[in-house]
């Protein structure tokens, strides 16, 4: 593929200043219906697997490298690292089938972990840490991810820092029983319904970002234990059939590549179309410039 006349990108490429990377995920989550999301961070393969252990309640920063999250590469002093080429086949689309899985590429930023399903009280978090990677919180959104299996549909309530740093802004969604293991993301909505599946907690009116979660309150009961991961999203692509290669390629599908930020930790969404587990394989192409 050539890239000449591409300006900087282009150039680099041609420079040979790039890495390429394969994602082979073995056995992508099971959901119990299909159009929930899952969360690529807990399945075998490589990248290894992440079960976002960390003090309860406690913000836990997340830096990738080597084998922890999707490696871009070595970082350059004086360069910023673009993704340039994205492929992935995902083995668990069935042909022809509405709705396709979206994958979703981010940077997990960091997360709260063992956030308790059965406390109906206020749960406060610990906000020691910080951001380490867009820090003013633009564009940073939240992801609820089970860690052990929930046992029923709940209204949950969030209270959050914005990226204005104005804090208790308030947002109120349900979590769903969206997964046979206790690995998927769970989904937002007044009913928790798969119609109404979506990764990311919603924002306040006039809000574009998240610097902090302060607390987690459950209306009832929904079992099982789960984390927050604050991420960046920073890619997505449309799955349409199974066995087939999707491919994006930045500066001609799309102008601007995504920039992948120095100790990014990256890894993958899917809102799955069927339920059973599967497998994942992508490649990734990175450049510095």
């Not at 997340?62 to 910023?80: A, D, R």
């Not at 120095?262 to 394989?281: H, W």
Request: proline share 4%; charged share 15%; glycine share 12%.
């Amino acid at each position: 593929m050539g890239f000449s006349g591409f300006n900087k990108y282009g150039k680099a490429f041609d420079e040979g200043k790039v890495h390429y990377q394969y994602v082979t995920k073995t056995a992508t989550p099971a959901t119990g219906t299909g159009g929930f999301f899952v969360d690529m961070n807990q399945s075998s393969g490589q990248p290894k697997y992440n079960s976002f252990t960390g003090t309860q309640f406690a913000f836990t920063p997340l830096t990738g490298e080597g084998n922890g999250g999707v490696y871009p590469g070595n970082y350059v002093s004086g360069s910023t690292k673009h993704l340039i080429r994205w492929q992935v086949l995902n083995a668990n689309s069935a042909a022809n089938t509405v709705p396709p899985d979206h994958i979703i590429l981010c940077d997990y930023l960091g997360f709260y972990s063992f956030i308790d399903g059965d406390d109906t009280d206020i749960q406060l978090m610990d906000n020691t840490l910080s951001l380490t990677r867009y820090t003013d919180g633009v564009g940073v959104r939240a992801v609820v991810i089970t860690q052990e299996p929930m046992a029923a549909i709940a209204l949950v309530t969030v209270s959050y820092t914005n990226q204005a740093g104005t804090s208790g802004r308030t947002v109120t969604f349900a979590v769903s029983v969206g997964a046979a293991l206790g690995v998927a993301v769970v989904t937002q909505g007044t009913v928790g319904g798969a119609g109404q599946a979506n990764p990311f907690i919603p924002l306040a009116d006039g809000d574009t970002g998240m610097k902090s979660i302060e607390s987690v309150s459950f209306a009832s009961a929904s079992g099982g234990f789960m984390c927050i991961a604050l991420v960046k999203p920073l890619a997505s692509m449309m799955c349409y059939e199974a066995q087939v290669t999707t491919e994006k390629v930045y500066g001609i599908d799309i102008q601007n590549p995504p920039e992948i930020k120095e100790g990014a930790y990256l890894n993958f969404l899917i809102q799955r179309v069927g339920t059973a587990a599967g497998s994942l394989r992508s490649e990734l192409i990175f450049i510095n410039s």
